[in-house]
């Protein structure tokens, strides 16, 4: 890049006369090698960028996974909680019936 900035800087130096056919060559082979350098590092950040979106993609996966689990569990508390509540009336009712508990007023 300084290679760059100091034949834009020669140019200028020179601006309103004239440049070589030489000079004009050494700045386009100059442009040139910077685009090249611009190419690969654009080339380099595309490969991490995917490799980036593949890790995304498996993330996201095993995030569906824990929240289908989530889900299943969710579900088997949901039954566990109706069973004990059943479970529990059953006894309240069972002692109201028997006489070992009394209604609250």
Do not use: W
């Amino acid at each position: 890049m300084a290679e760059l900035n100091a034949a834009v800087a020669s140019l200028k130096a020179k601006q309103g006369g004239t440049i070589s056919q030489k000079e004009l060559g050494d700045l386009q082979r100059e442009f040139g090698r910077v685009q090249g350098e611009l190419g690969a590092l654009q080339g380099k950040i595309g490969a991490q960028q995917g490799a980036f979106g593949g890790e995304m993609g498996k993330f996201g996966g095993q995030m569906g996974e824990l929240g289908g689990k989530m889900g299943e569990l969710g579900g088997k508390m949901g039954m566990l909680a109706h069973e004990n509540r059943e479970k529990v009336n059953g006894v309240i009712d069972e002692s109201l019936k028997n006489g070992k508990a009394k209604p609250i007023q």
